[in-house]
């Protein structure tokens, strides 16, 4: 295949599977503060396919009147965000590099027919920090290519308790999810995918 980006590091395994069941309680508690919405595409209006939510001081939010941004409040609730769990506030700590916290932590829910179409994450006001991603529950076929839309794409398959972080180069590399791969793990009852990014919105 081809050269993965500079600054790209992925960390398999790197939760055991109490830790990713710990989370998952964490997860569940962020999702009864703060419920799952189906986010929009700017202009058309159209939904994504996967569910979102947040929690910390800002959450990414889209809609087509507005358009992506990063705000403080639930677009449906009108409340802030919950807090950022601590256990990931501490894997920030330890694989992230960065001297200050996550201000954002997007909750992507992947059903097993979501997708999300190959993108870069150009709506933080700072690149200078890397995105921090945790998969829990079923596998899913991720895909990353350059900074350049046409680049060479490489995929490989991310399982629960993966982390993933997009630091250098990476951060600005296209990337996305092709597909789900349902009855691939027995974390999430009723199956599906959740991914956690961890992000600085501002330098
Ligand atoms: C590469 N999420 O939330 S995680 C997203 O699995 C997003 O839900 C995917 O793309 C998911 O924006 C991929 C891995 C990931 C996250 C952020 C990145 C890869 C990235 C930012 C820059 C480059
Ligand atoms: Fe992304």
């Not at 179409?117 to 920090?129: K, P, Y």
């Not at 996305?176 to 999430?188: A, K, M, N, Q, Y």
């Amino acid at each position: 295949g081809h050269d993965l980006p500079e600054g790209f590091r992925y960390l398999p395994a790197y939760l055991d599977r109490p830790a990713q069941e710990a989370l998952v309680e964490d997860v569940r508690a962020v999702v009864a503060a703060a419920p799952l919405y189906v986010p929009q595409m700017p202009k058309t209006g159209k939904p994504m396919s996967v569910r979102m939510t947040n929690c910390g001081s800002l959450g990414w939010v889209t809609d087509r009147e507005g358009g992506y941004r990063y705000q403080e409040r639930h677009p449906a609730t009108g409340r802030p965000w919950p807090a950022i769990p601590a256990v990931l506030l501490q894997i920030w700590k330890d694989v992230s590099g960065y001297p200050a916290p996550p201000q954002a932590c997007l909750v992507n829910f992947y059903d097993g027919d979501a997708r999300m179409g190959l993108h870069q994450d150009r709506d933080e006001r700072t690149f200078a920090a890397p995105v921090v991603s945790v998969s829990l529950g079923d596998q899913c076929l991720f895909r990353i290519g350059g900074t350049a839309r046409g680049a060479p794409t490489r995929s490989f398959r991310l399982s629960s308790g993966d982390l993933v972080v997009l630091g250098g180069e990476s951060r600005l590399s296209f990337h996305g999810v092709d597909r789900i791969f349902p009855g691939t793990s027995t974390l999430l009852r009723n199956g599906g995918r959740i991914n956690l990014t961890l992000r600085r919105v501002d330098s």
